[in-house]
């Protein structure tokens, strides 16, 4: 999610593969309904990791190129929990007490 060009194009000076997808996109195609999340793929198109780039909420120091790191040496890497927003309807509205009315 989101548009940065700055972020596409240091991707891809990095070698890595970088596509913006829809909130619904992240729904059906990788089952992720919070942002933002780390999703690193090898170069057969495996799924390695899926899951958060932070230990803890509100920090400034993500962990992405660390567990790049782990996952290019070989090692098994955790995921941890995404803190950030509900991209999902569906989580939006299980976690707003009030029940007010979101739109997608």
């Known amino acids: 999610m989101g548009s940065d060009p700055g972020n596409r194009e240091t ?5 890595f593969g ?7 996109d992240l729904i059906s195609r990788f089952g992720v309904e919070a942002a933002p999340v780390l999703v690193i793929f090898n170069s ?6 899926a899951g958060g780039y932070y230990n803890h909420p509100a920090t400034i120091r993500p962990l992405d190129e ?10 098994v890497t955790a995921a941890l929990p995404v803190f950030g ?3 999902s309807l569906r989580l ?6 009030l029940r007010r009315t979101f739109s997608q």
Do not use: M
């Open 11 to 15: 991707a891809l000076r990095a070698g």
């Open 44 to 49: 057969n198109g495996e799924l390695r990791y």
């Open 92 to 97: 939006q509205r299980s976690l707003d007490p």
């Open 85 to 87: 927003c509900a991209v």
């Open 18 to 24: 970088f596509q913006n997808i829809s909130d619904s």
């Open 66 to 75: 660390q567990i790049h790191g782990q996952l290019e040496a070989g090692k």
